[in-house]
């Protein structure tokens, strides 16, 4: 490649936002954050990269899928991979003096390397929150509740929220006794969902019969209260039975709530990170292929960073989000169609003051108002206006004829002083609408003509 | 594609009209099935984009395309081994000391190049998309990783295999999401569909004869 085709593309894995999906963005954080808010959360702004040593433990599986790079001095700094360590690093070092529990949110982009043609971003963006500092119980349903009233929120009730619980795994696990290595690799055939594999292990592992059909049909416990009971009944030891009542109480609270419809127990949950230690869990939407939020509790990680503390927490996928909603609501256009924009155009360069006066006038009402600097005539600025789906144009002129030209001749409301919500009238059903008549504007020597033409249909 | 005929009729799904047509897409709205015949390799990919809940695809490219798809059935029919096959006359290329480079052709370039990493051997690993046993003949490769199920196609070109990455057959996949959301229905088919595969398995003695393609 020369010069030119390094400078005009992108590296594997990451995008541009343009201004539609920028906005749709923008539009679903601020809706999560005031969930958030409403919750007392509270934001935390961590770095765009740290040093190795302080995310490792919660890389779990993929220190290779880490970006690194080195800083002067030759340590090893790694592009932020994950919010939950960070934020646990803060709490552990820089909040603990005030009274617990904590809760913090936080929005931000991840970055990670993916497998090639997996076709996924390697800069993700998430929007989560932590609650540190409270036990088992009541705070997990908190962050549940959260998962659920942010889903609906965002209108998506056409989604499902599944629940497991690391107990359910690991104490089977326990139960049979098996060691360091056999246990991560059941975790990761259930992870996977490699029942076929799952099968074979299972087959060739020292553990009784009974043991081995609990074990084998873990990933296919989902459903409801009827399966998880049928579970805590099977299973034998008292980790796995203790981790199916935890379950059964968050979706207590949850039916409470009226927040349970779209949550299932699913114990084949099994998030990557090793350091889940309680409830876990994922929501997906139908037709998106990677959840659009996860998360659960994990009691282990504080200690890391020499603070023990329980903390339980989660995140939403803000890509898979938007997928989602583009599936839902059509993808977004180029431009950020904003209903209340104007565009105020001199037809005469020695308008440009004016029209800059009267957009001042209109951004203090709270309308986006941009003036036109580009010398583009009327017709121009017409198709430019259609084209980035502005609601309104105003010409000015000092010549009355032109202004007259431009609007047929019709009559019509007053002009631009009424914000586009209150103003009357019928709407045309096809093409600009020329609404506004011909009249001279207010101001001192020379009067000034205007036409406003709406846009909206 | 009989076997996976045979057994959808086994299941009770319909099947009219699948058998040596060139549609791709066959929809049996009452029965509440679609069905997509696509190149096996691409299997795993639509199950995991979710555009097919279900699949059937060999081990082989399952584990060559590492898709994150959930596996719920080995259906025990198209067993073959992925074995690495070497110049009949050179039985013990890759058991002597000091063995060089060696130029791997394959259609399975990441399982051949994660097999020779482990045995330790330098590969250059040559993808082909088919006619792979020409390779060591007319000099494009010393080695190569395929498929063998009866070993005649490799005796004909003066092929032996010498080594077994993995043994292959024909497994039931599915999409992650479509699992839990479908779970009942899912469950149901997966069963009745181990169960056809078992009564199968007993009856068939010996390897099957396709390649998998």
Redesign the interface.
Known sequence: MNGLEYRTQLPLGVRDYLPGEALQKKRIEDNLRGLFTGYGFQEVIPPGFEFYEAVEMGLGGKVEQTYKFFDRRGRILVLRPDFTTPLARIVATKLGAAPGPWRLCYAGSLFSYQDPGAGRPHETYQIGAELIGAPEGAADAEILSLAVEGLRRLGLQDSQIAIGHAGCVQGILEEAGLGEEDRRLILGTVARRDLVTLERIAAKLPISDSLRRILVRLPSVVGGRDELEAFAVAAGGQGAREAARVIGDVLDHLERLGLSEQVRVDLGVVRDFAYYSGIVFEGHVRGVGLPVCGGGRYDRLLDQFGSPLPATGFAFDLNSLMIALAARDGAAGTWATQPFSWLIVPLEADLYAEAARRARELRAKGLIVEVEVSGKNAEAALAYAQERGIGRITFLSRRPGLADALMGGGEGEIGPTEPPERASGQEEAAGPAARSGMKPAAGPGTAVYEAVIDLRR | MEEVLTLLQAVGCPVEGLLGSRKLVHDFPEAGWRYLVVRTSDVPTYV???VADLGVVGKDDLLEE?R???????LGFGRCRLAVAVPAGSRDLLNGTGIGRIRVATKYPRLAEEHFHDRGIQAEIIHLRGSVELAPLLGLSDVIVDLVSTGRTLAENNLVAVEDLAVATA?LI????S???Y??RI?AFSQAVREAAGVAAGGVAGEGNAELQ
């Open positions: 995991e984009y979710g590492r994150e798809v959930a596996e719920l059935v080995d497994r599915c999409n992650r999401v699992f839990r959301l779970h009942s469950s």
